[in-house]
Each structure stands twice: as structure tokens, then as C-alpha cells.
């Protein structure tokens, strides 16, 4: 069975899947607060689709990109579990899980982009054709950068219609579809690495102040 | 009946450790630190230090495994500090250990980063004595405390009103133009300094402020002065005299710190103080306690300066403790406390 979950939105979402169906699939009821609500949710949905921990045989994570506090703790999670479990962990971008649901759900028919909110007034987002596959890298820009007319699933959208007047398909990414997207191989595997696409805000000391 | 194995992680500075312990016996202390990626910045930076330990837990984890010669299906329990220290560095350890107790179907316990200074001294020289005076002293903490059960009862007696004993360490190696963490080379340079080279103000030790702050302590006025001495040498066109400025100024660190402590045991008639926190690595503070302590017919454990700094071993040691004495275990949704109080050592 495979274990899916993704942290990179305020919500924590996980599902457990046996090829492409989905047993089990459940959302945090808080929004963040990923690093107290992934672990019980984990188990959760292990106890509601009558499964226990040594059925799981692969994981498979939302490497974001994806505000970094909560994207690292499902990133962390996978790793460890994997680790202890021995089983192989799959990474996956998680704007190509909202991408695979809006194609499958039919909410787009044409080229789309996708766009998640990024925090600081910006947008996580990518291109895609119309069958859902990416066409480029995953980047962070300043929503008017990037307006366009095509249809835009994601946050993103519903957050800055100014410049993303399509807003279409989900909003946030769901595990069920991530552990979908991973059976049927609709997506590309990734290592379980964090998709950051910022640096670390950290500052070069000066001098140190005078006191007297 | 066989001790129980239990692994303990700890991520609330800039050091990925994971230690493992059964019963009292140190079995692995593997320790990754992400020090000298913050060096440059002088001081922790806590998105660096966070993004080091994602990529340290795993080969963290393998590695202590390996040194101790056991499998992780052997571990009875896991622990893990939930606070004090850094949000969203306890984060990547808290989720990492609730990872391993879902994995292994074991028991969690989240416990105090503070009281885990205190349980590793255990691991070199057994049982605590009970009750104890704990002082902790490193970059982000300066307590004085009444230890009478170190799985419950920690009392708070006194602590510093503003920067942390260690703190003062880096910002006056950083004015003294010496690198980050500044404790070591304080203390290498001032092996060679004279302590009595400066007069530097002992905090909170007059008689006014001894009513109001008997157990506190105070580092920021020294750290001033110590900056006014130094440009005031600068301004008059002499070299400064870094090596005795570290030993002046190290000095009345642990004057300080050794005079409290100990008036802590005389008032509380307790005959045992133990030390922990990064600046216990300091061999004047150690050199210093014992000579006074002695002279009161008071003991003094210091654990090695290997496990006076953050480590997982020190977690895992006070995991021990926790399973010992039949504590309940924390949740899985136990949360990760950047402000979690010392009275607060198991979640
Ligand atoms: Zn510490």
C-alpha cells in the first residue's frame, strides 16, 4: 500500500492507496499546525482503512514548493518513516498533484498554470499543457509578473484575481490525488527534496555597534 | 530484567543529535552540526539551521545505530526535545521522532532541552543525587535550579534577566575580533591572559541586588563594558591585549556563576551541584566551581565537555529516566514548544 501525504499548504492531507484506489484520505481541520497534526492523521488513516504500519510499501511526499516550517515536516516525516519501514519514498511536486486533479476532474481543457500562495505577496507556480504535464521549473514570482488569461489552478488564483481572472479546479493539493498521480505514473518521481526556491533570509553582521 | 534502549533525538539549536542510551550506559552520541554555516553570520541562523536538519536526521539516525551495534526494531522508546529553543528547529526533530515511534510501534516522550543538560550527567557518573542544584549554562540558557526529581520536580531559582551566559561568550569574542562560537576561544586565549588584567563588573552581586536577584543573573552590563574598555584602548592608538581581556572577562563570568551557585546549595542545604549547557565546557568555570564547592564541603559534577554541549545522548538519558520511573508518554500530536518552562520537563 502506499502512503501519500503533503505539508506544503496549510493543510495536512494524507491518504493511504492500493494501486489507484484510494482506502483511506483525510484533511488537517486546523489550518498549519502541520508538525502536531501529520503524525496522528498518519495513523488515522492507517486505523480507517483497516491497515497497520508494516502494510505500508511506499511513500510518497509533496516536496512543495511550499511555505518551508511545514513543507519540512512532511519531507522529515517521509524520510524517517521510510527509513524505519525500509520502504522506498517518492518524491512529488506538489503543484503537479493539483495539475493531475484539474485535468481529471475536467476543470481544464487548454494550457494552464498553476499557482499556490507563497506568502510575502508572491506565488509558487508552473506551466502546464493541457494533458497536466509540466513544462517548466517550479518558480516564485510576484503574482502581476506572471497575470495571465489561461485558466490558473491553485490558491493562487482565488488570492490575486487581478491578475489570475481564470480561477479554476482545486485549491489545495489532496493526498488521494497525490498517491493517484503516483500509481498511474502521471507525474514525475523526485527525491524527497525540498523544493524551496528561496534562500534562507539571514544577514551578514556588521561591525559590532559602539557604546561608548 | 534487561535496561530499556532508548534513542533520543535532539534539534533545538544547530546540532542534528541522536543518542543512544540503555538504562545509564551511553551507547552512541552522533552529533551533526550545521556550526560553521552560521559562522559567517555570528550567530545561528535558525531557516539554516532548520533546512541542516532535515538533511542530517536520517544519516544522523543511521549513524548512531551503527555506532551503538543495535537495530532500530531493538529501541524501546523513543525521546526527543519539544523545547525550549529554536520553533522551527525543534520541529524537524519532534516530527522525526513521532516518525520513529509510528514506525516501530514505540512509545514517544517529549521532554525538556534543559532538563535533558541535567539528566546526561548520568551517563558518566550515575544516579543523580537527589535533590541537586542544576546550573545550566550555554548560548541560549542561564538557570540556577532545585532538582528534586529530575522526571517532575524541577523548581526554577534564578535565571539570567537578559543575555545568556554563552551569548555573552560570542559577543565579546566578536568584538575581541575572535571567531564564532565564541566560548572556546575565550577560553584558549585566555589561557595565556591575566584574570586580574580588568576589573570587569560581576552582575547582580551588589547588596541591592542580591534582595531582588540573588539567583539571577546579568551579562549585558559586563558585555558593555567590556566593548567600552576595548574602544577605549583602540581610540587611544594601543593594541589591545586580547588575551588578557578574555581571561578578565571570563573571570568574572564564572566568578559569578560559581558564587550563585554555590550560595544556591548553602541556602538550600543541598551538598550537590551538577553543571551542564555549552559553557560548562569552560575549563576556568570548572576549575573555579570545584575549588570553591570544595571549600563548603559542597560536591560538584560537570558531565565531559562532549556531553555538556547539545546532544541527542542527553535526551535519550532523560528518556531513560522517563521509562525508569514509569512516566506516561507524550501523544502523537505533542507539540513543539519554543518557550516550553523548565517546571514542564515531559509533555
Ligand atoms: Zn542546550
Given amino acids: 500500500m502506499l502512503l501519500a501525504f503533503d505539508t506544503a499548504s496549510p493543510q495536512v492531507t494524507v491518504a493511504l492507496a492500493e494501486g489507484d484506489d484510494v482506502l483511506a484520505e483525510l484533511r488537517s481541520e486546523q489550518s498549519m499546525k502541520h508538525g502536531e497534526q501529520l503524525a496522528p492523521l498518519i ?11 508494516q502494510d505500508v510499501t511506499a511513500i510518497a511526499v509533496g516536496v512543495g514548493p511550499g511555505p518551508f516550517t511545514g513543507l519540512r515536516v512532511g519531507l522529515v516525516t517521509a524520510r524517517t518513516l521510510g527509513f524505519v519501514l525500509e520502504v522506498p519514498v517518492y518524491g512529488v511536486c506538489s503543484l503537479d498533484v493539483l495539475a493531475v486533479e484539474a485535468v481529471a476532474a475536467g476543470a481544464v481543457d487548454q494550457p494552464f498554470v498553476v499557482a499556490t500562495d507563497a506568502r510575502r505577496k508572491e506565488v509558487y507556480w508552473a506551466p502546464y499543457d493541457e494533458s497536466g504535464a509540466r513544462l517548466d521549473e517550479p518558480q516564485v514570482s510576484r503574482p ?12 493562487g488564483a482565488a488570492l490575486y ?4 481572472p481564470t480561477s479554476v479546479g482545486p485549491q489545495r493539493p489532496g493526498a488521494g490525488w497525490l498517491a493517484v498521480a503516483v500509481a498511474d505514473e502521471r507525474v514525475e518521481l523526485l527525491d524527497p527534496e525540498p523544493l524551496y526556491l528561496r534562500r534562507p533570509d539571514a544577514v551578514m553582521p556588521g561591525k559590532p555597534k559602539r557604546v561608548s | 530484567m534487561n535496561e530499556p534502549l532508548v534513542l533520543g533525538i535532539e534539534t533545538s539549536c544547530d546540532e542534528t543529535g541522536v543518542g543512544i542510551v540503555r538504562g545509564h550506559t551511553l551507547l552512541a552520541d552522533a552529533v551533526a552540526s550545521s556550526v560553521e554555516e552560521h559562522a559567517r ?3 545561528v541562523v535558525p531557516e539554516v539551521a532548520s533546512r541542516a536538519h532535515l538533511e542530517a536526521m536520517v544519516p544522523t539516525i543511521e549513524r548512531a545505530c551503527t555506532t551503538a551495534g543495535i537495530a532500530l526494531r531493538d529501541v524501546d522508546a523513543i525521546a526527543v526535545t519539544s523545547g525550549p ?14 516518525s520513529l515511534a509510528l514506525g516501530l510501534g514505540k512509545p514517544l516522550y517529549g521532554v525538556n532541552h534543559l532538563a535533558s543538560h541535567v539528566a546526561v550527567d548520568q551517563l558518566e557518573h550515575g544516579p543523580l543525587p537527589e535533590p541537586c542544584i542544576a546550573m545550566l549554562v550555554s548560548g541560549g540558557h542561564s538557570s540556577l535550579l532545585r532538582v528534586a526529581d529530575i522526571t517532575t520536580g524541577v523548581d526554577p531559582l534564578g535565571a539570567s534577566i537578559d543575555d545568556a551566559a554563552g551569548e555573552a561568550f560570542d559577543k565579546v569574542a566578536r568584538l575581541l575580533g575572535l571567531p564564532f562560537p565564541g566560548g572556546p576561544f575565550i577560553d584558549r586565549a585566555a589561557a595565556s591572559g591575566s584574570s586580574v588584567y580588568v576589573d570587569f563588573p560581576r552582575g547582580l552581586t551588589s547588596r541591592r541586588d542580591l534582595e531582588r536577584h540573588r539567583f539571577d543573573f546579568s551579562f549585558s552590563g559586563l558585555k558593555t563594558a567590556v566593548a567600552r574598555w576595548v574602544e577605549a584602548r583602540e581610540r587611544s592608538g594601543e593594541p589591545v591585549p586580547v588575551n588578557d581581556v578574555a581571561a578578565s572577562f571570563q573571570e568574572a563570568v564564572c566568578d559569578v556563576l560559581t558564587r550563585k551557585a554555590i550560595d544556591a546549595a548553602v541556602s538550600e542545604g543541598i551538598d550537590d551541584i551538577l553543571i551542564g549547557g555549552g559553557v560548562a565546557a569552560n575549563s576556568r568555570l570548572r576549575v573555579l566551581a570545584e575549588e570553591r564547592a570544595a571549600a563548603r564541603g559542597i560536591r560538584v559534577r560537570v558531565p565531559r565537555p562532549g556531553l555538556c554541549t547539545d546532544n541527542g545522548a542527553m535526551v535519550a538519558a532523560l528518556g531513560s529516566e522517563m521509562v525508569a520511573r514509569g512516566r506516561t508518554p507524550s ?10 518552562p523548565i517546571t514542564t520537563v515531559l509533555v
Fill in chain 1, 43 to 53: 495513523e488515522a488513516v492507517l486505523a480507517q482503512a483497516g491497515a497497520v504500519r
Fill in chain 1, 144 to 155: 502581476s509578473d506572471v497575470a495571465t488569461a489561461v485558466p490558473v489552478v491553485g490558491e
Fill in chain 1, 161 to 164: 484575481p487581478e491578475s489570475f
Fill in chain 2, 41 to 43: 553570520f555570528g550567530g
Fill in chain 2, 85 to 98: 529553543g529554536l520553533a522551527g528547529a525543534l520541529l524537524v526533530g519532534v516530527a522525526a521522532a513521532k
Fill in chain 2, 331 to 340: 501523544a502523537l500530536d505533542l507539540p513543539a514548544d519554543s518557550s516550553q
